[in-house]
């Protein structure tokens, strides 16, 4: 029996824009409602039994997200929204004589939100800003956000401070674990991961041809879910973890010719404790384009040193994968009058052996080929 992991979904965006105001007073709202409805076949060898088994998943995530914005007076901005999301599905383990729930879970948030900031001054401009944010679940109750933010633009470039407090709620993942255990409900009484952010960076132009910006950060998490097994049973989670990461991040956009862009980011970051999953000390990106007549090229390369990658919320050392190169390709040829072009793209043109989770290689060097319409 050869296993099987089959995935089938649709996914559906709705957006509507309002424009109002004129000038300076211009500004524009939008509504966005989504559907994201899908299902998993996981067909499994039971070497110890001798027989396949399956695990059978559904979901079905629906929202919709209100935002608009106002100009207040000279040089004010508010920014007022409403968000709505539902989501959640359904889990279980059939074999040839049981079925096995993992639960049916449905989860609910409503937010409200609202942000203000003002530019002061002309050759120079000071725009403070701050804005929060209540969220309102259905079983883990409210919780507040927000962030502060000062933004300095003048003659030499830009400047910028910012904080912000944001939070993550328990899931899915977890309900389901405690319902394996037999213990209901109780994964409602778990709060919610918090994430202080701060942020300090500077943006300068030197020409119309050459931009650069860097910016240092700090992160902090708090009440980190982690697994406490027994004894006494049963397993359980609780908010007791906490961990920091630091870095720096520097970008270098460049256009050496009218028809040539160059760029290139680099973010360097260290975790205290030092193995934190998915954290990579170095991730990079570097890419150009090219058009020239009928023709139009892109490159972008990818870089992920060696890091952990595994659930921090579980005991267990998480496993090592190694760091890779990744380089992926773009040739299009646009057909003059038409709106047509035939492209040519690849990915993973050096055919690197990667992952991103244990387990679960990524597909090699392929290629793809196409024809886009634009009328």
Same mark, same amino acid.
Do not use: C
């Given at each position: 029996?050869?296993?099987?992991?089959?995935?089938?979904?649709?996914?559906?965006?709705?957006?509507?824009?309002?424009?109002?105001?004129?000038?300076?007073?211009?500004?524009?709202?939008?509504?966005?409602?989504?559907?994201?409805?899908?299902?998993?076949?996981?067909?499994?060898?039971?070497?110890?039994?001798?027989?396949?088994?399956?695990?059978?998943?559904?979901?079905?995530?629906?929202?919709?997200?209100?935002?608009?914005?106002?100009?207040?007076?000279?040089?004010?901005?508010?920014?007022?929204?409403?968000?709505?999301?539902?989501?959640?599905?359904?889990?279980?383990?059939?074999?040839?004589?049981?079925?096995?729930?993992?639960?049916?879970?449905?989860?609910?948030?409503?937010?409200?939100?609202?942000?203000?900031?003002?530019?002061?001054?002309?050759?120079?401009?000071?725009?403070?800003?701050?804005?929060?944010?209540?969220?309102?679940?259905?079983?883990?109750?409210?919780?507040?956000?927000?962030?502060?933010?000062?933004?300095?633009?003048?003659?030499?470039?830009?400047?910028?401070?910012?904080?912000?407090?944001?939070?993550?709620?328990?899931?899915?993942?977890?309900?389901?674990?405690?319902?394996?255990?037999?213990?209901?409900?109780?994964?409602?009484?778990?709060?919610?991961?918090?994430?202080?952010?701060?942020?300090?960076?500077?943006?300068?132009?030197?020409?119309?041809?050459?931009?650069?910006?860097?910016?240092?950060?700090?992160?902090?998490?708090?009440?980190?879910?982690?697994?406490?097994?027994?004894?006494?049973?049963?397993?359980?989670?609780?908010?007791?973890?906490?961990?920091?990461?630091?870095?720096?991040?520097?970008?270098?956009?460049?256009?050496?010719?009218?028809?040539?862009?160059?760029?290139?980011?680099?973010?360097?970051?260290?975790?205290?404790?030092?193995?934190?999953?998915?954290?990579?000390?170095?991730?990079?990106?570097?890419?150009?384009?090219?058009?020239?007549?009928?023709?139009?090229?892109?490159?972008?390369?990818?870089?992920?040193?060696?890091?952990?990658?595994?659930?921090?919320?579980?005991?267990?050392?998480?496993?090592?994968?190694? !760091?890779?190169?990744?380089?992926?390709? =773009?040739? @299009? *040829?646009?057909?003059? &009058?038409?709106? %047509?072009?035939?492209? $040519?793209?690849?990915?993973?043109? !050096?055919?690197?052996?990667?992952?991103? =989770?244990? @387990? *679960?290689?990524?597909? &090699?060097?392929? %290629?793809?080929?196409? $024809?886009?319409?634009?009328?």
């Amino acid at each position: 029996m050869r296993p099987r992991f089959e995935t089938d979904g649709v996914l559906g965006v709705f957006t509507l824009t309002r424009r109002h105001g004129t000038g300076k007073q211009a500004r524009e709202g939008v509504l966005k409602l989504h559907l994201d409805d899908g299902s998993i076949d996981w067909r499994q060898w039971d070497a110890g039994q001798r027989h396949a088994f399956f695990t059978l998943t559904d979901w079905r995530n629906y929202g919709m997200r209100l935002e608009d914005h106002f100009a207040v007076g000279d040089g004010g901005d508010l920014t007022l929204g409403f968000e709505m999301e539902r989501y959640g599905g359904r889990s279980r383990e059939v074999r040839p004589a049981s079925t096995l729930s993992f639960g049916d879970f449905r989860f609910g948030n409503t937010a409200l939100f609202a942000g203000y900031a003002h530019t002061f001054g002309e050759r120079v401009r000071f725009i403070p800003s701050a804005g929060v944010r209540y969220n309102d679940s259905r079983d883990f109750g409210g919780d507040w956000g927000g962030q502060v933010a000062l933004r300095v633009e003048g003659p030499l470039g830009e400047a910028w401070v910012r904080a912000a407090r944001a939070f993550n709620l328990p899931g899915v993942w977890a309900a389901a674990f405690y319902k394996s255990y037999g213990t209901g409900d109780r994964y409602k009484e778990l709060e919610p991961e918090l994430l202080d952010h701060l942020e300090i960076g500077a943006s300068r132009a030197f020409s119309e041809k050459l931009h650069v910006e860097v910016a240092l950060f700090r992160n902090e998490v708090k009440d980190a879910l982690r697994f406490l097994p027994p004894p006494p049973p049963p397993p359980r989670w609780a908010n007791i973890g906490e961990y920091t990461s630091e870095g720096v991040e520097l970008s270098v956009a460049a256009q050496p010719l009218p028809e040539l862009s160059l760029f290139v980011g680099v973010t360097w970051s260290r975790t205290e404790p030092e193995k934190v999953p998915f954290a990579p000390e170095w991730t990079g990106t570097a890419g150009l384009t090219w058009a020239h007549g009928p023709w139009r090229l892109s490159l972008d390369l990818q870089h992920l040193s060696g890091r952990e990658a595994g659930n921090l919320r579980y005991p267990a050392a998480p496993p090592h994968l190694d !760091g890779f190169v990744l380089v992926n390709g =773009r040739l @299009g *040829y646009r057909f003059a &009058g038409t709106g %047509l072009e035939l492209y $040519v793209a690849g990915e993973n043109l !050096g055919d690197t052996d990667y992952s991103y =989770r244990p @387990g *679960y290689p990524m597909p &090699g060097a392929n %290629l793809l080929g196409g $024809v886009t319409w634009s009328f």
